[in-house]
């Protein structure tokens, strides 16, 4: 073979699989530096598919962050679909950054963003492809540094084994930092892998994993994490932007070729959310809330849609119309965005805020219908999870979006939360029912009307780290699809579509997601049989998993439907993300009340979170 | 409202954006008016749209020297500026070399010139001379439609005008019929080679072709298409 690059080579392949614009590199505003003035390399790696990472708005953001410096060069890398996975491998062809075209093992730093459990075994596949040791104990000196960060990595050891480092929490300045470590000590010749982990175990928000030991119980639970050295944290705080206002954000985005996941403008709000739903992480560890002002947001949004041309601009947060300053938000993006043949689109609307003015100023009710979460279908239920909206909110928000002319609604629901009864099961039919009868009563008496479609899209509770949920046992897999046939039988309306989601996926996502270190193993054993995109549906394999588990003598009962003790040491109490655990069991006994709490706006209900401090924040005693 | 100007851009499309297709081109070219500010004029209606019209589709792993769009204005611009700024929201690997008034229809189009350069140590001797025959004489093939498949006879849309041996294998010249109810698409070419002689491009590394469209004419075959 010819001196090619990897990517140099891969060139040959794309007229032999689908989709190849996914592995061209090239797209306008991509950023390339000339490698002898660079002093450390960072390949940027979304486990999944072209089009999903490039939709990821924490590895825009972070790409540019780590670009910024001119001494830093920050490129991107993504899993290889199948056919062009086994084209590389037939041909011998390593994993290759998309900018350079470069190897990932030639890099100083390889980086993985870990947004869901299921694409663990893609993180593994993409190592191998690479040519990079699985284990962070089998990496020579020459190896990259392999990091972990995204939303996973508060409790990350089920993939402990294979990452030298996590950043734990928001990375905008941790990464420069950590690299700028890493140069450090190479310029003073001090740098060795050793050295430089203990070193990075010292900064804020980094977890070096080997450099605790874990020991567990008889009954298998955690005993004890145990430094290895005095200089390093015994648990690992979580790091946040302070100020919004003042954090990086990109005023241009690489642009792709090809049709991604969110093609358009993503425009982050604010961090955090103000609400408290006790089954959602999401809601936790994100916190403090951090806002952006109004006039930093029209300033990036202007920005970006020059440098990209997009037409249209999507508002993200957790929860957007809880943005202090929405109206005024709309207000000034539309005094241009209009004239500019813009789209607004609020995609995460709380069903308690949609309003008729609120909803003549975005364009997804122009096109989509709507979606709402109402998660539980019944009041006592709903009031159990604190998601603290009630059945008047949904049928009067159906009602605008009826008469302004919808007749699709989609409600999101799940089954086997903490607490369910039949009744509450039974209430989700009854509540798609109501909305139904609502399109109905809006036009009574009007001839010619289509029939409207009330979608119930039901997935199933997981119980997540950090949250009030997260001793629960997620129901046995007989007992979820028991209820989800139960639903079904309830449901005799044609113009309810009932979807929900493959039970055995969300019980794998609950052993990855409380799992400990002992799982590491079951995920090499399962790429060595050739596991990956376990989130494609065709890919995944329940019955080999399990049988993997079995191999491994690992009992997915026990991350996944065991009730976890309250004084028991979690595995991911090796991680400080602001909230306290003491909040979380108030939750949790609240819930057994069915007793709600009040959100941040609302009153301070002490949660920890304000101990990190944070610009523009609801949190009345912030430091 | 002052009627709309229309313009033509004649572009290349090379390298590694060969596989971005057709469609992908259509939307990010819409992106990169509006980032070049280009005052391009929108369709009128409920959802406007910039209007943009482009020539022959070039098929994944063609490139091209000589492709076009066609915009209108809302206002004047002079045609080096239009270029210049459209240019900006470019890469290396896609230029615009030419704005203008256009005075042709996209359906004045006949023909297309193409080169394929045939890379590979394992051609058949004389395989410049076969080639040429193959091309010259009647060729059927089987052509997928949207009507289904059906044998037709392709050499009625090839004009050969060089076919020759060269150090790597073997370069052929060749205008293919473009115009929109007869339009072949030069993958026939090696698709001929490989099913009636038997030339395969098996490993990317030593076997391998590139399509170039580089030249585009009207129906005579000899005014070139602007």
Redesign the interface.
Known sequence: ??QLTPKA?A??????VEK??R??????GQIIKDKSQVKARFAFCFPDTYEIGMSNLGVRILYGAINQHPDFWCERAYAPWIDMEEQLRK?NIPLYAHESGDALRDFDFVGFTLQYELCYTNVLNVLDLAGIPLLSSQRGEDMPIVIGGGPCTYNAEPVADFFDVFSIGEGEEALPEIMRLYVNMKEAGTYTRAAFLHEAAKLDGFYVPSLYDVSYNEDGTVKAYTPRYDDIPTRITKRIIRDMDKAYYPDKFV?P???TVHDRIILETYRGCIRGCRFCQAGMVYRPIREKSVETLDRQARALY??????EISLSSLSISDYSKIDGLCDTLLQWTDAA?VNLSLPSMRLDSFTKELMDKISTVRTAGLTFAPEAGTQRLRDAINKNVCEEDLLRACRVAFEAGKNQVKLYFMLGLPTETDEDIEGIAVLAKHVVDTYYDVYRGVKGRKAPTVTISVSCFIPKPFTAFQWEAQNTLPRLLEKQQYLRSKINDPKIKYNYHDAEVCRLEAVFARGDRRLSKALALAHEKGVRFDSWEEFFNYNQWMAILDQCGLDPSFYADREFGEDEILPWDIIDCGVSKAFLLRERHNAYQSTTNRNCAEQCTNCGANKLGGERTWCSRSL | MVQPIPVRAKFFKVGMLQYISHLDLVRTMTRNLVRAKIPAWYSQGFNPRLKLTFSLPLSIGTQSECEFFDIRLTEPMAFDEIKRRINETLTDEMQVVDVYTSEKKFSDIGWAEYELKLTSPNLPENAAESLANLYTNPLVLTKRSKTGDKDVDIAPFIDLRECVQTAEGVTIRALLSADSANYLNPEYLIKAADQKLGIRFDDPFSEYYTIMRREVYLSDRVTVFR
Do not use: H, Q
């Open positions: 073979m010819e080579a060139e040959r392949l794309l007229k032999r190849p614009g592995y061209t590199g090239g797209e306008f041909y642009m070729y090809i049709e020059e440098s990209t041309g997009y037409d043949k």
